[in-house]
């Protein structure tokens, strides 16, 4: 279970590059993005979630850091799309847990940057 909670993480850490999420640049959408997912995975299945990452904080933390958050930023020629990182956001914020656990995100995921 540790593998999957950590795979779901940083997949849609990577495929994308709270309650309150900012989505106006790419690093604060990589931010908002780990943060959802952290909370999702510890609302889905909270023992697996603390055997893995310990806290909530450590999981946004370790996520952020791994996804390189702070230089987020599309790759060249591609356009970042506020939009669609915050649908994205809501997306992971309410997806099932069979998704979470399965990492099977919402399409538009793969669309914050176009």
């Not at 990577?14 to 909370?39: E, K, Q």
């Not at 996804?67 to 060249?76: K, N, Q, R």
């Amino acid at each position: 279970m540790h593998r999957v909670l950590v795979a779901a993480v940083l997949s849609v850490a990577f495929a994308g590059c709270s309650s309150s999420s900012n989505t106006d640049t790419p690093a604060a959408a990589c931010n908002s993005l780990i943060t959802a997912v952290c909370n999702r995975v510890f609302a889905c299945d909270n023992a697996a979630a603390t055997q893995a990452f310990g806290s909530v904080s450590n999981c946004i933390t370790t996520g952020e850091t791994a996804a390189g958050c702070s230089t987020a930023a599309c790759s060249a020629g591609k356009t970042f799309n506020s939009g669609n990182a915050s649908s994205c956001v809501n997306g992971i914020s309410n997806a099932a847990c069979a998704d979470v656990e399965q990492g099977n995100y919402p399409a538009v995921c793969d669309n914050v940057c176009t």
